[in-house]
C-alpha cells in the first residue's frame, strides 16, 4: 500500500452510536450558531430589505462589496457581502425596481480560512420570512441542513449531508466496482447491502470531498442550501445491472482536484480495475492529476461520461473524456433512432461508444424510483456490462475486456457520432434466451393475386396462440380487398429475459441476432410483445425501410404490445405502413389507416392498395402468387 493509501486509511475511525452522535450535533448546533442569534439575524435580514441602501450600524465595520447579479445578459439584482475575518453576510436583493421581489440572506462562519455557512433566511416582497434554513457542522464538516419555521424553530425533518455509516452496511463477496460521483445515499437499504468491504469488514469507499470515509450524496457546489443529488441514482443503475458486484462509491474532491491522484491510487491499492466516472468539466488543468494517475494504471478500466452539452466534443473538449488514454471508454446517450439523445455529446473521435439510456429507471435519493436521462447513466450500463464481463474472467486484460465489449456493438451508420458503435443491449452478454415452436401452420387455399410472408414471434406469454390465430386470421380478411394473402411462417415463442419482451432498439437488436436463423428472409415479422420502452411510446409501432437507416435489424416488423386495442385492425394498419414504406394516414372515414384504430375502421381505398402492392413488390415482400 502506498503513502497516500495509508494516510487515507489512518483517518478512518469508529463510527459513534446514534445516541453519541445526536448528543454531539445538539451541542454543536449550540456552540455553531452565527455570532448573532436567529432573531437578530432575521431583524437585520428585515431592516436591509426594507431600506437596502441603508448600511445598518451593525455591519459598519465590515469589509462591504457589491456586485450585480446577471443571469442571461440581464441584471435582475444586486448581491452585497460584508465581512469580518471571523463572520460574514451576503445579501442577495432580487429585483431592485421598485420594492424587491425577494431578499436572501445567508450568513457564514470563518473558521481556518474555510467559509461554513451556517443559516439562509429568505424574505418576500413585504420583507415577510418565506423560508428559513440552518445548517449543522461537526469538524467543518456539514452534518444537516434543517427547515426551520416561521417562528425559526427547527421542523422535524432533517436534510442529511454526512449521516453514520449503518452498522450492518457492506457486502463480504463480488468483484469490486468503483463509482466516482457525488457519493451515494447510503441509508438505503439496496445501497448499503451492496457496499464492498475491505478484510476488517470495514466499508472500502470514501469521501474525497471532506477527507472522510463517509461518501455520502451531497453535491453543495452550487449552493450549500440546495444540495443537489446524483450519485444514488448512477450507482443505483450499476448495481441493478450488475447486482453481483460490490460497490466501491467515491465522493469526487471538487475542492482540491489533484486529489484525485489519492483515488487512484486508493482504488487500486483495493484491486479494483473497473471505475466508472459519470462526471466531467471544461477545464483541463481540473483532470491533469487524475489523466497522470490513469496512466499510471493501464489494468483499471475508466468509463467515462461524454456529458451533457449536445456538443461535439471533437471540437470542444470536455474532461477527462477528452483524454487520450487506452484504459478510458466514453459513452453518451443514444435516442431511439441510434443517434445521440437531446442534449448529450458525441465525437466520432473522442467518444466511443453510444449506449441506450434515455428514459431509465433507477433509484432517487430519497429511495424512490424515477425516470432517468443522459451521459452519466450510459456510464453506469456500461460500467454494470463491463462489470459482469470481467467478474467471469477476473483476471481478463483490459484490452480483451475492451474487445469482449467491441464485439457486442454494431455500427449502423453511427461513425459520424462515435468511434466505435452502438451497444445496444448492455444486458444481452447475460440473456439466456430460449426459442421454440409453439404452432405451425397449415397453407391455407387462397385466390389472392398476391402473398405476403410473415413471421410471428411471441414475447409475452398473454399472448395466446388462439389470440394470435384470431388477429392473423382478421388480418387476412382485411387484406383480400388488395389482392394479399398471407404465407403464415409457424410461430416462435422467446423465453429466458423478461425484459426482451418490451420494445426498443436494443431488445430488437438481440432479437434480431438470437431469432436470425429461424426467420423466413423477406418476409415482415410481426412481434406479440409485452409493452414499450420507447421514449415516444405507442401501443403499436411499425419499421418500415425510411425509418431504419440507423437499425437495419428493426425493418420490416410491426410490434403489437399486450394492451393493443382492436389487435387485427392495429396489426392491419401498422403492416401497411411496412408494405408501402411511409407513415401517412388517411382522414377518409371508416378508413384503416386513419390515425386511429377504431372497430369501424376497416376499408381500403383502391389507391391505397395499389400504392401498397407496389411498394411491397419492389421492397420484395409481396411475390405474385402461382397458379
Known amino acids: 500500500m502506498n503513502a497516500s493509501t495509508r494516510s487515507i486509511q489512518q483517518t478512518r475511525s469508529s463510527i459513534p452510536s446514534k445516541a453519541l452522535l445526536t448528543a454531539l450535533m445538539l451541542c454543536f448546533t449550540d456552540a455553531h450558531t452565527t455570532e448573532r442569534s436567529l432573531q437578530d439575524q432575521l431583524l437585520l435580514a428585515q431592516t436591509l430589505c426594507a431600506k437596502p441602501n441603508q448600511l445598518p450600524h451593525q455591519l459598519a465595520n465590515h469589509r462591504f462589496t457589491e456586485r450585480d447579479i446577471v443571469v442571461r445578459g440581464s441584471t435582475i439584482g444586486i448581491e452585497k ?41 429568505t424574505l418576500g416582497n413585504e420583507c415577510e420570512l418565506i423560508l428559513a434554513h440552518r445548517i449543522t457542522y461537526r469538524d467543518n464538516t456539514a452534518l444537516y441542513i434543517e427547515t426551520l419555521s416561521s417562528s425559526l424553530e427547527p421542523l422535524p425533518h432533517k436534510e442529511w449531508l454526512n449521516p453514520p455509516l449503518p452498522a450492518s452496511a457492506g457486502k463480504p463477496d463480488g468483484l469490486k466496482v468503483a463509482m466516482i460521483d457525488s457519493g451515494v445515499n447510503y441509508t438505503l437499504a439496496d445501497i448499503s447491502n451492496a457496499l464492498a468491504l475491505d478484510n476488517k469488514g470495514t466499508p472500502i469507499g470514501y469521501d474525497f470531498w471532506d477527507n472522510d470515509d463517509t461518501p455520502y450524496d451531497a453535491n453543495p457546489a452550487r449552493s450549500q442550501f440546495h444540495v443537489q443529488r446524483h450519485g444514488t441514482r448512477t450507482a443505483s443503475l450499476l448495481i441493478k445491472e450488475a447486482p453481483g458486484i460490490a460497490l466501491v462509491p467515491y465522493r469526487y474532491p471538487r475542492p482540491d482536484m489533484s486529489r484525485m491522484t489519492q483515488l487512484v491510487e486508493h482504488a487500486a491499492a483495493h484491486s479494483i480495475r473497473i471505475i466508472g466516472m459519470p462526471l466531467g468539466s471544461n477545464r483541463y488543468k481540473d483532470w491533469l492529476a487524475f489523466s497522470d494517475a490513469a496512466a499510471a494504471h493501464p489494468n483499471i478500466l475508466f468509463i467515462v461520461s461524454a456529458g451533457n452539452n449536445g456538443r461535439d466534443i471533437d471540437d470542444r473538449a470536455v474532461y477527462p473524456a477528452s483524454l487520450e488514454h487506452n484504459n478510458i471508454l466514453v459513452v453518451t446517450s443514444s435516442d431511439d433512432y441510434i443517434r445521440p439523445a437531446e442534449r448529450t455529446n458525441y465525437g466520432k473521435i473522442s467518444v466511443d461508444y453510444l449506449v441506450p439510456a434515455e428514459s431509465i429507471m433507477a433509484t432517487d435519493y430519497s429511495g424512490a424510483q424515477t425516470l432517468v436521462s443522459g451521459s452519466s447513466y450510459a456510464v453506469s450500463r456500461m460500467t454494470a456490462l463491463a462489470s459482469r464481463l470481467l467478474a467471469l474472467t477476473p483476471d481478463m486484460p483490459i484490452e480483451h475486456l475492451k474487445t469482449r465489449i467491441a464485439a457486442l456493438s454494431v455500427k449502423a451508420n453511427t461513425s459520424r ?9 448492455p444486458l444481452a452478454d447475460t440473456s439466456l434466451l430460449q426459442s421454440h415452436i409453439d404452432h405451425s401452420y397449415q397453407p391455407a387455399a387462397s385466390s389472392a393475386e398476391h402473398t405476403l410472408r410473415v413471421n410471428l414471434i411471441a414475447l409475452d406469454r398473454r399472448w395466446t396462440t388462439d389470440r394470435i390465430d384470431r388477429a392473423i386470421s382478421q388480418l387476412g380478411t382485411l387484406y383480400k380487398a388488395c389482392g394479399i394473402g398471407l404465407t403464415t411462417m409457424p410461430l416462435i415463442r422467446v423465453t429466458g429475459a423478461s425484459y426482451i419482451a418490451n420494445l426498443s432498439p436494443g431488445n430488437a437488436l438481440t432479437l434480431h441476432r438470437h431469432l436470425q436463423p429461424l426467420l423466413t428472409p423477406q418476409a415482415a415479422t410481426i412481434y406479440f410483445a409485452n409493452d414499450t420502452d420507447m421514449q415516444v411510446k405507442f401501443d403499436a409501432e411499425a419499421f418500415g425501410i425510411a425509418n431504419t437507416e440507423n437499425r437495419p435489424w428493426m425493418r420490416n416488423s410491426v410490434w403489437l404490445s399486450e394492451n393493443t386495442q382492436d389487435v387485427s385492425i392495429a396489426l392491419a394498419h401498422e403492416l401497411i405502413h411496412v408494405l408501402v414504406n411511409n407513415g401517412q394516414h388517411s382522414p377518409l372515414a371508416n378508413n384503416l389507416m386513419r390515425d386511429q384504430t377504431a372497430p369501424e375502421n376497416t376499408q381500403l381505398t383502391p389507391e391505397q392498395c395499389s400504392k401498397s402492392v407496389d411498394a411491397a413488390t419492389i421492397n420484395g415482400l409481396l411475390t405474385r402468387a402461382t397458379r
Not at 442577495?92 to 481556518?112: F, Q, Y
Not at 457520432?417 to 443491449?425: A, E, F, M, N
Request: proline fraction near 4%.
Open 417 to 425: 457520432y462515435v468511434s466505435t458503435g452502438y451497444l445496444g443491449d
Open 81 to 121: 457581502s460584508f465581512a469580518t475575518a471571523e463572520y460574514s453576510t451576503k445579501l442577495e436583493i432580487i429585483d431592485t425596481n421598485g420594492r424587491p421581489r425577494r431578499v436572501v440572506m445567508t450568513t457564514a462562519l470563518v473558521t481556518d480560512n474555510t467559509s461554513l455557512p451556517a443559516t439562509r433566511l
